[in-house]
């Protein structure tokens, strides 16, 4: 059986991680919750497996360098650099044109946080079992809470490793949410997929053919330049960008799930940064990088990358120094941070 | 009659208002209320009246420069510096012995914020008069809450612009100090007080003869210096160092009070500060000096001296940034801030 190929997907601002993600630095390069960060875990998450082939990154131009760096000496790794960014579709869309058409491709965003590695292996191997057979195949991520901010995936009939999907589900209210994780029938869409490449190009074909062509031009006029593939600017710009759930996944008739507990958190923000580095915390549930003193506080996030962080009395806030700016949220706030003055005009 | 000599006493460390306050530039030389410093208020509040005579001020060498520079061109000011910090009634006593017997001196901190000068003066020119009929005056401050952070005054017979003392009361608890506030019998000590000169080191010298015998010495092996005069170290640096309260106002037969409203705050933390800058707030009660971005906040306080500070969803919390570093404090915990380790290890 032929290895399974990663391509993982460098987009994305990360600006609810502001002011330590930055446009030039942004968060699948910073060393969030270790020494290591998001990016090389995700790509050491399938290295040294031979059930795994060298992984494909799909990335912008600014953050070529800091990729190469992170990679460090992962051999046979290659670097897609897109043109402009479109959204995961046409990313996708380069990496499976670049690969054979038997290729089976897991598609994994680097800026995801996954605790249970093993967990994350067997799915992906049941996963491409199932892309073998043509299912464009979604993770579906077991919800351990009534998250609003999610889209979900509702389970149908049951395949050989996973379910078909009976429905994709946008964004629900609260009432939705709770009633979805007592059902069980519903899991999170993390955004991991497993495609046969050519089947997913004939499906972009047959439900974009617009962004498919404009894609197939980009990569006909690229160039390749030693582990560096760049597809050619202007038929890729042309694109009008979606993602994948809606160029291709929510269209196509043989969707599949995988159901998957695997420790998962998008790092969505600081408050889920917070909860990732709960195992972290001191006996109040505090966690602190850096010069920090805390007293009477509780569910603090305290980082910064020099100067000291003193704080008094606070429960369950979040307090960011990295780059002379200063930031202090509410775990309940963090969801706004994105939208600051600073984060919006970097 | 003659002018009533003002005496500005700059002792005190003002940690609790860490990290702006530091050892070398401490809370009566900040301008935290606007731009002018509370040691400048103090000068002004009773220059361009000649009710009042040039301010003779008490302070350590450590800060004699910028008691100069803040002292601009006020005519006729002394500076007397302190040998070591020994509390309030040999800083005192130094300036009794500076100035004529029959001189009434008003003893003013420098670190306290009074809104209403006019009742400030008001209430001096009351204390003076009894300080000539040899009474020893506190100013008696009105209570506008059950503080149990200040020592109280307890109101006797009437006098002339005032009131005999009937008791000191120490720090009480908030069960009491709910019954002082409901009596109208209780003020806060606020660290004001009249004196003629004479009478004080008469006092002084029958309750305290070896700290009057000490700071004699220390005056009469003194050296003046123009506007500066520097007591001689050793005979000062024996002295059993005390407040004027314990030394003198609680043992004196002659204890009187003025009553007074005038908008006085010690500002003796952050969150005093907050308050007595409720004025400047927005409409969420929010207080912003420098660079500042707030969202979802009510009744913050946010200064900085440099660095952009963001905050989202914060109700009742101090965020300081100075001198390179960052406090954030619930208002409720900024009493507890001078003994953050930033704070004690300056």
Redesign the interface.
């Known amino acids: 059986m032929t290895a399974i190929h990663p391509v993982i997907l460098c987009g994305g601002s990360g600006t609810r991680l502001w ?1 330590m993600s930055r446009k030039a630095m942004p968060k699948p390069f910073l060393p969030l919750l270790s020494d290591e960060t998001l990016f090389e875990q995700a790509v050491r998450r399938v290295a040294g497996d031979d059930r795994f082939a060298p992984p494909m990154v799909v990335a912008g131009a600014a953050h070529a360098d800091v990729i190469m760096a992170q990679l460090g000496d992962a051999p046979g790794a290659q670097l897609v650099i897109e043109p402009a960014a479109k959204n995961t579709a046409p990313a996708i869309a380069l990496a499976a044109m670049l690969l054979p058409d038997d290729a089976v491709m897991l598609v994994c965003p680097s800026d995801h946080h996954i605790a249970d590695s093993a967990a994350f292996r067997a799915a992906a191997i049941a996963a491409a079992g199932l892309a073998r057979q043509d299912y464009l195949v979604s993770f579906g991520i077991a919800p351990d809470r009534p998250e609003t901010g999610y889209g979900y995936l509702q389970r149908g009939e049951p395949l050989a490793g996973g379910y078909a999907i009976r429905s994709f589900v946008e964004k629900p209210d609260m009432e939705r949410a709770v009633t979805y994780l007592a059902s069980g029938d519903y899991s999170w869409n993390g955004g991991i997929f497993a495609f046969r490449a050519g089947h997913l190009l004939a499906e972009l074909a047959a439900n974009r053919p617009a962004m498919a062509d404009l894609v197939a031009q980009s990569v006909a006029g690229g160039r390749d330049d030693g582990a560096r593939f760049y597809p050619a600017a202007e038929p890729f710009s042309a694109i009008d960008g979606d993602s994948i759930d809606y160029a291709v996944m929510e269209k196509t008739a043989r969707a599949a799930m995988v159901p998957v507990e695997m420790g998962w958190s998008d790092i969505g923000n600081w408050a889920a940064l917070a909860d990732a580095l709960a195992g972290d915390a001191d006996g109040a549930g505090n966690v602190q990088r850096g010069a920090v ?1 805390l ?2 506080c509780s569910g603090v996030l305290a980082m ?1 990358d020099g ?8 429960s369950d ?1 979040c ?1 960011i ?1 990295s780059g ?7 775990r ?3 969801q ?2 994105g ?5 919006v005009n970097q």
């Open positions: 002011p003193d007293a009477q910064t100067p000291r962080i003193s704080a008094v009395g606070l806030v307090i120094v002379g700016e200063v930031l202090v949220t509410t309940d706030g963090a706004a941070v939208k600051l003055p600073g984060a």
